[in-house]
C-alpha cells in the first residue's frame, strides 16, 4: 500500500492525456500477448479459448475507450450573477484503486477499472481471485514492461498485485490509503 499511494502522489500530477498514452500503450501490450494470455485463461479458469479471446479482447477495447477519456475529464463552467466571476467544477483523482476479481472472469474486470482509474490519475492495487493468480501474474508482468519503456512519468508501484486468500481482499477494503475498491464476486465475498 505505501507504494501505491507513493504512486497516486506522483501519478496524479502527470497530465490525463499523457496518462491516456500510458493507458493506449499498455492496450497495445495486451493485443501483442492476446493469444497467450487467452490461451491462460481457458487452461487456468476453464472457459472455452473463444471465451479467453473475448476476454483479453475486451481488456483492449476498455483501454482504447479510456483514452478518449483522458481527453474529456473536464468540468462545467457555471454562469455567475456576479461580474467578472464564473464558477468552475473540477474532478481530482481519488487515490488508490482497490480491485478484486471472482476467478470465472479472471482478468477483463480488473481492466475495466485499471484503465479508468489510470487516466483518471489513481494508481491500481489487484486482489485476483487465489483460484486464478496465474492471470494475474501475466497481466502484471505485461503491466511492468509497459511502466518500464513509459519512462518516468510512470511510477514505480503504479500497478501492483497482490496474491493471497480472503484476508488480502479484507486488507484492501479496510485500508484507509485504499480511496476506492471495485469488488467482483460471489454473494459470500
Not at 501483442?32 to 475486451?58: M, N
Not at 483501454?63 to 450573477?81: H, K, M, N, P, W
Not at 481492466?111 to 490519475?121: E, I, Q, R, T, Y
Request: glycine share 8%.
Amino acid at each position: 500500500l505505501n507504494r501505491a499511494q507513493s504512486a497516486f502522489l506522483s501519478w496524479r500530477t502527470v497530465p490525463a492525456p499523457r496518462r491516456g498514452e500510458f493507458v493506449r500503450r499498455l492496450g497495445n501490450a495486451l493485443r501483442d500477448h492476446k493469444a497467450d494470455l487467452a490461451r491462460l485463461v481457458t487452461i487456468e479458469c476453464g472457459k472455452p479459448i473463444s471465451e479467453g479471446e473475448g476476454e483479453v479482447q475486451e481488456m483492449i477495447d476498455i483501454c482504447d475507450f479510456a483514452v478518449g477519456l483522458s481527453r474529456q475529464l473536464y468540468g462545467l463552467t457555471i454562469a455567475s450573477e456576479r461580474p467578472g466571476h464564473s464558477m468552475r467544477e473540477t474532478w481530482h483523482p481519488m487515490g488508490v484503486c482497490g480491485i478484486i476479481t471472482a476467478f470465472n472472469f479472471p482478468v477483463a474486470p480488473w481492466a475495466w477499472n485499471a484503465a479508468l482509474a489510470l487516466v483518471c490519475g489513481d494508481p491500481v492495487l489487484w486482489k485476483p481471485s487465489e483460484k486464478t493468480p496465474l492471470c494475474a501474474i501475466a497481466v502484471q508482468k505485461i503491466c511492468d514492461r509497459a511502466v518500464e519503456r513509459f519512462g518516468k512519468d510512470a511510477p514505480e508501484g503504479l500497478i501492483q498485485i497482490v496474491i493471497g486468500e480472503r484476508e488480502a481482499g479484507e486488507v484492501i477494503t479496510k485500508s484507509r490509503d485504499v480511496a476506492i475498491v471495485s469488488a467482483t464476486g460471489s454473494t459470500r465475498m
